[in-house]
């Protein structure tokens, strides 16, 4: 029967049976697993001494984990804020001595430089990866998008001078083929996609209802 007794300190004992941290993933996302998958042209079946199709995807995956388009972008002297075009203001306009244009900007539209040709998914592609297997609900797809941090202002007017824009975390939702634009949202603190009732997005944002 002493078999049975539990000792006085119990949670020492418990304490002393930790054995290392979990391989388990503690960190709650509203995003698929697969979604962070990259995209490799390797045979599922890999002949000895070849590398398996599994250790390179997750290879690639920590690679581009560690890449950031603002660093990346600052580390060529491009400031992101002033890739967004902006209305004139006739009585701040710089003179030449600033060495700055007074009328065209610094940067040229980015419609010269959207070619598709070398993407390695199509946009239904990128959607498809919210769908997880067995599930009928479509998950967003994690992206980064250069959007202003003041959301009312930058909904009233994208082009306005006192808007700073900056790359944020979001949450692809939707695409339209007509406009070819995507539909993102703001991920929170906890980089969770959720509406203003805190309920996950699902579907682009379309409920039953509509």
Not at 12 to 41: A, H, R
Request: hydrophobic share 30%; with cysteine.
């Amino acid at each position: 029967v002493t078999t049975f007794k539990m000792p006085e300190e119990f949670g020492s004992v418990l304490d002393k049976q930790v054995i290392g941290p979990t391989t388990e993933n503690l960190i709650k996302s509203d995003f698929p697993v697969q979604s962070f998958k990259p995209k490799v042209q390797i045979a599922f079946q890999a002949l000895p001494g070849q590398c398996p199709r599994k250790i390179e995807v997750e290879r690639r995956r920590r690679l581009y984990l560690t890449f950031d388009i603002a660093q990346l972008l600052a580390s060529k002297g491009i400031d992101s804020d002033q890739l967004m075009p902006r209305h004139h203001d006739p009585d701040n306009m710089p003179t030449i001595e600033e060495k700055k244009d007074p009328v065209f900007p610094i940067y040229l539209p980015l419609k010269i430089f959207d070619n598709d040709g070398y993407d390695c998914r199509t946009p239904e592609e990128w959607i498809s990866l919210g769908l997880e297997p067995g599930s009928h609900d479509r998950k967003p797809v994690p992206g980064k998008a250069l959007l202003p941090t003041d959301d009312v202002l930058g909904h009233e007017d994208p082009k306005s001078q006192k808007l700073i824009y900056k790359w944020i975390d979001v949450g692809v939702l939707d695409y339209d083929k007509e406009t070819e634009l995507y539909l993102v949202h703001k991920t929170d603190k906890n980089g969770l996609v959720r509406d203003e009732e805190g309920r996950p997005i699902l579907n682009g944002g379309i409920t039953p209802q509509g």
